[in-house]
T-cell receptor, first 114, second 112 residues
Framework: DAGVIQSPRHEVTEMGQEVTLRCKPI?????LFWYRQTMMRGLELLIY????????DSGMPEDRFSAKMPNASFSTLKIQPSEPRDSAVYFC????????????FGPGTRLTVT | GQQLNQSPQSMFIQEGEDVSMNCTSS?????WLWYKQDPGEGPVLLIA?????ELTSNGRLTAQFGITRKDSFLNISASIPSDVGIYFC????????????FGTGTRLTIIP
C-alpha cells in the first residue's frame, strides 16, 4: 500500500516568494496533520483536518501560513510570503478515526528560504 | 508549545547491548506512542499504548505506559545496526483532542 505522499521533497526559494507544499494521505484515512520540524523547536503540529474540515489551526505560526484540504486525497500548505525563519522540514501525517493517534508520516519536504 | 522531556538525549552503545529510554511530562496523557526517525525520512510508528500500566512489545522493542499517565518507557533488546536513529515519544490527551505532543528525542548511535 502507498504511504503518505508529499511533494516536493526539497524546495529552495527566495525570501518573499510563495511556497506550496502538497500531501496525499493514505487512502481511507480521515485525519490529516501538518507538522514542522526544526532543531530548535522539534516537531510541532501546525494544523489538522478531520473529514477535510480544519479542526485545530492553533499551531499555524501566523497569517502567512494557510492550509486547505479540498478533498479526501489532497491537502496543501501554503506560505506567502516566505521568510528565512520558515526553513524547516514539513511533514504531513494521516490516521484513521478508529485510531486517530496512530499517525503515519510522509517523507517530508525540506524547505530552505534564502 | 509543550514538549515532552526525553532521557537520555543521546546514547552511544555497542551492538548487542540493551537500550532503555524514557519520556516524562507534567501533564497526563491518555495515549502514548513511540516513533523512530531515520535521517531524511519521516517518523515511523513503533508502538502505541492505550492503558496505564500497559506493557506492549514489537519484536525486540518493549514499551510501557506509566502508571501515573505522565511517563512512558522504551526498551530495545540486543541492539543491531539498523536500530540507529532518533526515537521520539508522543502523547495524546484524547477525548476529542487528537493532537500529538512530541518529545525532544533520543539519538541512538551504535559504536562499531
Amino acid at each position: 500500500d502507498a504511504g503518505v505522499i508529499q511533494s516536493p521533497r526539497h524546495e529552495v526559494t527566495e525570501m518573499g516568494q510563495e511556497v506550496t507544499l502538497r500531501c496525499k494521505p493514505i487512502s481511507g484515512h480521515d485525519y490529516l496533520f501538518w507538522y514542522r520540524q526544526t532543531m530548535m523547536r522539534g516537531l510541532e503540529l501546525l494544523i489538522y483536518f478531520n473529514n477535510n474540515v480544519p479542526i485545530d489551526d492553533s499551531g499555524m505560526p501566523e497569517d502567512r501560513f494557510s492550509a486547505k484540504m479540498p478533498n479526501a486525497s489532497f491537502s496543501t500548505l501554503k506560505i506567502q510570503p516566505s521568510e528565512p525563519r520558515d526553513s524547516a522540514v514539513y511533514f504531513c501525517a494521516s490516521s484513521q478515526t478508529v485510531s486517530p493517534s496512530e499517525q503515519y508520516f510522509g517523507p517530508g519536504t525540506r524547505l530552505t528560504v534564502t | 508549545g509543550q514538549q515532552l522531556n526525553q532521557s537520555p538525549q543521546s546514547m552511544f552503545i555497542q551492538e548487542g547491548e540493551d537500550v532503555s529510554m524514557n519520556c516524562t511530562s507534567s501533564s497526563i496523557f491518555n495515549t502514548w506512542l513511540w516513533y523512530k526517525q531515520d535521517p531524511g525520512e519521516g517518523p515511523v510508528l513503533l508502538i502505541a499504548l492505550y492503558k496505564a500500566g500497559e506493557l506492549t512489545s514489537n519484536g525486540r522493542l518493549t514499551a510501557q505506559f506509566g502508571i501515573t499517565r505522565k511517563d512512558s518507557f522504551l526498551n530495545i533488546s540486543a541492539s543491531i545496526p539498523s536500530d540507529v536513529g532518533i526515537y521520539f515519544c508522543a502523547g495524546q490527551q484524547g477525548f476529542g483532542n487528537e493532537k500529538l505532543t512530541f518529545g525532544t528525542g533520543t539519538r541512538l548511535t551504535i559504536i562499531p
